[in-house]
């Protein structure tokens, strides 16, 4: 299971909001849903989500009524401060959104749709393990509206996967992107690098099978080892060894190239978009394929957090659900609301945090957002060849690719 949830102020009951709390009626508004099961669990991953002998008798099969429960309290609460606004992204995120049945996702999408709207051209995205994509699947989730299709490629690599505790056939990937482009869906592929006994050429060939089924969007994330999964486990009993990180650098720096010269943009840190090709018929968004409801977070946009362990954002205003999907039900069923907890982060805390997220995007950081002994350390990041300085010059602050390998000292140079 996923680490604790952070501690918080306990949020009332009714899930009513602060009375005091300013909400912007023309930012954009964002719905995250989680979906909170899978068919196993991946060695590495401690994603807030359960198989099917973990669920305390939590039901799959009422999860998408519970979580249309939660839709209408958070209408009533919104509408209560200030003029609903249209949803401009919405990402079903899990876990395995794709084990539950489509009509199912479609019906979340619907409840959502009719509680808040949506803009014209919304993003509409759902996160799948390529095993659970077929034809009719993406067809129906494009004809309720989904626009885009996150697919959980991971590697290429046999060894790879299994070193992932990967369960998925690798070569149901290109059915999953076929089926999904089929169906006119935007593609992302998500892979990881830095898995025991990972070779720079094996991360190279997955690097080449994704380039190859011409996806509209690559994440590549190192392998991050999490506290209390099975892998921290084996990596601690000596059986398999912990990642290199000059090995998971020159992975980073391969990859970034290797996409580069595919035609794929990087815009954050882990996240790289295909270039546009001014061919205005192929192109999804106005051939922008970034991830826009990422980007929604990044920038510190509001979004509500629907399902158990989900985080919110409102007008600077934090809170979270309770964690198991049966404690998530048992809320709901009893007209509670599911928020285990809530901050209002102080200036300096978002200030540290619109840092360490700005600083990862391409678009940047502006100069005028450090405070003003920060704004001094620029020059020696520059030099350094951390921060680009063509960027600087123009106020803003962006990292040249070595300043992405080392991000967080960056942000602990302008922060501490
Ligand atoms: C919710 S999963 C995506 C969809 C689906 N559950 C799947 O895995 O096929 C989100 C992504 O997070 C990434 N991820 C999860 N745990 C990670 C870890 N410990 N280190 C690096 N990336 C991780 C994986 O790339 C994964 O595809
Ligand atoms: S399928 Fe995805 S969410 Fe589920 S355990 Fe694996 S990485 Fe985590």
Redesign the pocket.
Known sequence: MAGPLPLGDPAPADGRLPADLSIDPAAPFSAYLHVPF?RVR?G????N?YTASELRGARQDAYADTLIGEIGLARAVLSEHAPLRPLSTVFF????PTLLPAGDLGRMLGAAIDAFGIVDGAEVTV????DTVTPAVAEELAAAGVTRM?????SAVPHVLAALD?T?RPENVRTAVEAARAAGLAVSV???YGAPGESLEDWRASLETAVDLRPDHI?A??????DG?K?ARQIRRGEVPAPDDDLQADMYELADTALADAGFDWYEVSNWARRSTGDAGSEKGGGDRRSRHNMAYWRGTDWWGFGPGAHSHVAGLRWWNVKHPAAYAQRLATGESPAAGAERPDAEAAQLERILLRSRMAEGLPLDDLAPEARTRVAGLIADGLVDAGAALRGTLVLTRRGRLLADAVVRALTD
């Open positions: 899978c991946c590495y991953c401690d994603f989500t995120g899990g876990g395995t996160e799948a393990n390529p996150s697919i959980g490629m991971q990967r998925h998500d892979l990881i994440s994330y190192a392998l991050i080892i999490e999964t892998l």
